[in-house]
Antibody
Framework: QPQLQESGPGLVKPSETLSLTCTVSGGSISSDSHYWGWIRQRPGKGLEWIGNIYYSGSTYYSPSLKSRVTISVDPSKNQFSLKLSSVTAADTAVYYCASLSMTVVAFDYWGQGTLVTVSS | QSVLTQPPSASGTPGQRVTISCSGSSSNIGSNTVNWYQQLPGTAPKLLIY???YRPTGVPDRFSGSKSGTSASLAISGLQSGDEADYYC???????????FGGGTKLTVL
């Protein structure tokens, strides 16, 4: 089963761009049975889907974040990445990467999550 | 405001059976399968139920799911203290063309 690990800065200044990377091990990101996704959880709040990417580069984004989000994939490194621009304090959250099984359309494996705080 | 509606809290005593509801619409639950995730305190969510009523390997059969129309339910029987967690329902939404989650239900074992 794949293991996922998020990495990136834990502190981002307002108006700057949040950048995170998810490294997949124990499985290939070029799998034709999975998309790869980002989900976030604001402090004390529920889960919010950000977007998904296929190894070919095909993407789906949350309509509410679409104007600020870019998700990319690097099959050579078995990684995919998230960029969220023009961040504010409202983007402070734990960010999770996860694999989305296309067979059952469910996030079957998750990273441990990484807290990103937006503050000057 | 979440697209899928769940009660914010639920509770039960050890050994009891509890159910958690999830209400949606024709564009999500009404036309797609429902998944449930369990988030234990301080940990990442874990897939608990997929495709309405299937359990991933390792999930006890005390957990079961069902779906009818635009609503779904998660049932937990033989409640244990270790079941204290937040539970989230989720489904694909054809209108939004994306994944939607419920607001989560915090389960307390009294």
């Amino acid at each position: 089963q794949p293991q996922l690990q998020e990495s990136g800065p834990g502190l981002v200044k307002p108006s700057e761009t949040l950048s995170l990377t998810c490294t997949v091990s124990g499985g290939s990101i070029s799998s034709d049975s999975h998309y790869w996704g980002w989900i976030r959880q604001r402090p004390g709040k529920g889960l919010e889907w950000i977007g998904n990417i296929y190894y070919s580069g095909s993407t789906y984004y949350s309509p509410s974040l679409k104007s600020r989000v870019t998700i990319s994939v690097d099959p050579s490194k078995n990684q995919f990445s998230l960029k969220l621009s023009s961040v504010t304090a409202a983007d402070t959250a734990v960010y999770y990467c996860a694999s989305l099984s296309m067979t059952v359309v469910a996030f079957d494996y998750w990273g441990q999550g990484t807290l990103v705080t937006v503050s000057s | 405001q979440s697209v899928l509606t769940q009660p914010p809290s639920a509770s039960g005593t050890p050994g009891q059976r509890v159910t958690i509801s999830c209400s949606g619409s024709s564009s999500n639950i009404g036309s797609n399968t429902v998944n449930w995730y369990q988030q234990l305190p301080g940990t990442a969510p874990k897939l608990l139920i997929y495709s309405n009523n299937y359990r991933p390997t390792g999930v006890p059969d005390r957990f079961s799911g069902s779906k009818s129309g635009t609503s779904a339910s998660l049932a937990i029987s033989g409640l244990q203290s270790g079941d204290e967690a937040d539970y989230y329902c989720a489904a694909w939404d054809d209108g939004l063309n994306g994944q939607v989650f419920g607001g989560g239900t915090k389960l307390t074992v009294l």
